[in-house]
Nanobody
C-alpha cells in the first residue's frame, strides 16, 4: 500500500527559503516518477515540479523555474522540494504525487497517489 506524507511547510517572509519533504512508502523512487503540485485557496491544483523515475530529469512550472529544485534520497525514500526566493503568490498547500497513469506529468488527474499536503505561507 502506497503512502505519501509531506512535511516541512511553514511561514516564511518573501525572499526566504523553505524545503518541503515527502516520505514515500510502498513504492521505490527508482521506479516511480514523483511530482509536486500546489493548491491555493479558491484555485485549482497546479503543477509545480516533476522528477522522472530514478531522478534523472526534472521539469518545472514556468512560475517556479530557477527558484525551486527537486531532489531525492533513495535510501530514505524521501523526495524534497527546495524553494528559494519565495513570493507571496507561492502561498498554497503543497502536495507530492506518484503513480502517473498514461497522462501528462503536469496533469493532476493522472496521479493515483497523493499525500495530505503541507501548508506554505509566504508573507510580504
Amino acid at each position: 500500500q502506497v503512502h505519501l506524507v509531506e512535511s516541512g511547510g511553514g511561514l516564511v517572509q518573501a525572499g526566504g527559503s523553505l524545503r518541503v519533504s515527502c516520505l514515500a512508502s510502498g513504492l521505490s523512487l527508482s521506479t516511480y516518477a514523483m511530482s509536486w503540485f500546489r493548491q491555493a485557496p479558491g484555485k485549482e491544483r497546479e503543477f509545480v515540479a516533476h522528477r522522472t523515475w530514478g531522478g534523472s530529469t526534472s521539469y518545472y512550472a514556468d512560475s517556479v523555474r530557477g527558484r525551486f529544485t527537486t531532489s531525492e534520497d533513495n535510501a530514505q525514500n524521501m523526495v524534497y522540494l527546495q524553494m528559494n526566493n519565495l513570493k507571496p503568490e507561492d502561498t498554497a498547500v503543497y502536495y507530492c504525487a506518484a503513480g502517473l497513469r498514461g497522462a501528462a506529468y503536469n496533469y493532476a488527474g493522472g496521479y493515483e497517489y497523493w499525500g495530505q499536503g503541507t501548508q506554505v505561507t509566504v508573507s510580504s
